[in-house]
């Protein structure tokens, strides 16, 4: 089946709008035999004359009244699918974002965050979802919108990538622990009992790494999936926990943290996010809330 030509849309609009050959043509740059040529096309696909001489004039068939507004409110739809998306109206917005972090991200930045996006859209709904494992098929798929983390071999090399800070590891301990009471040499430091993050083997990390060429190995008493335990059970217990320190601020609050006696290169916050919503106003918008929350 041989499919329409949809250019003819337009050209019937103009036609029935017109009432004349002569002012469609006018209208669309035509000269007036290509409009008659157009016409006949119409009259064809249609199998109605569409137009009829009366006199001096044109007037409409049955059929072409019927199809003027239908074929008008067609080429509005039209124009507006091939036109970008106009800004949207936040106030108005009702929509539920899914942000894939750590819980360290969660607690440090979210109230500031969900405060920030309902400022502009207050029936906005936020869900932060935890990470158990790398790679980016939740944003592939769409099950995620926005992931924040460092950008590493696992990350898709289509996912979008902003970086959102800076951050570096520290030691964080009670306030009663004996590290507490004075700077941690790199010797007293890995003297220490430690909680270990690690969401997989081996079961050693680039605290470790750097520890082993001084000479030295730590103490690792208990191993946990995330930050928030980590902080936790050092909370409670003589544990050291080694954590991001702006990613777990609001995690490690009321507790000694100091910097490390050893060498850790610094680590960069990103988000990302898939390139099929890179034209989604209310997902720019999105992203925007979260770099500005997070450089605050």
């Known amino acids: 089946m041989s499919q329409p030509d949809l250019n003819l849309l337009l ?18 740059q035509l000269s007036p035999s290509a409009m008659s040529r157009a016409l006949a096309r119409l009259r064809e696909a249609t199998g109605d004359p569409l137009l009829v001489r009366a006199g001096s004039a044109l007037v ?28 949207p109206d936040l106030s108005q917005l009702s929509r539920t974002f899914t942000l894939l972090c750590s819980d360290g991200f969660a607690e440090s930045f979210g109230a500031a965050l969900i405060s920030r996006l309902r400022a502009d859209a207050p029936a906005v709904r936020l869900r932060f979802m935890q990470k158990v494992r790398k790679g980016s098929t939740p944003l592939r798929d769409g099950s995620v919108d926005l992931e924040t983390g460092v950008v ?28 507490a009471q004075r700077l941690p040499d790199a010797r007293d430091y890995a003297a220490a009992s430690h909680v270990l993050v690690s969401r997989r083997a ?32 050092a909370r409670a217990t003589d544990l050291v926990a080694t954590v991001p320190e702006r990613h777990t601020r609001a995690l490690h609050e009321g507790m000694h943290a100091f910097p490390l006696p050893v060498d850790i290169p610094a680590i960069t916050l990103s988000m990302l996010w898939h390139p099929r919503m890179d034209g989604d106003a209310t997902h720019t918008w999105l992203r925007t809330c979260v770099r500005e929350t997070c450089s605050l």
């Open 202 to 233: 081996p079961d050693r990390g680039v605290v470790d790494d750097a520890l082993e060429a001084l000479g030295l190995q730590r103490d690792i008493a208990v191993i946990v999936s995330g930050f928030g335990p980590a902080i936790a059970l």
């Open 11 to 28: 050209t019937l609009d103009v036609l029935l709008a017109e009432g004349s050959v002569a002012a469609a043509a006018r209208r669309l």
């Open 60 to 87: 409409p068939s049955p059929r072409a009244l019927e199809l003027r507004d239908r074929v008008a409110q067609l080429v509005r739809d039209a124009d507006a699918v091939l036109k970008p998306a106009h800004a």
């Open 152 to 179: 590493g071999t696992s990350t898709s090399p289509e996912i979008r990538t902003r970086a959102l800070f800076e951050d570096r590891f520290v030691g964080v301990v009670r306030q009663e622990h004996p590290l």
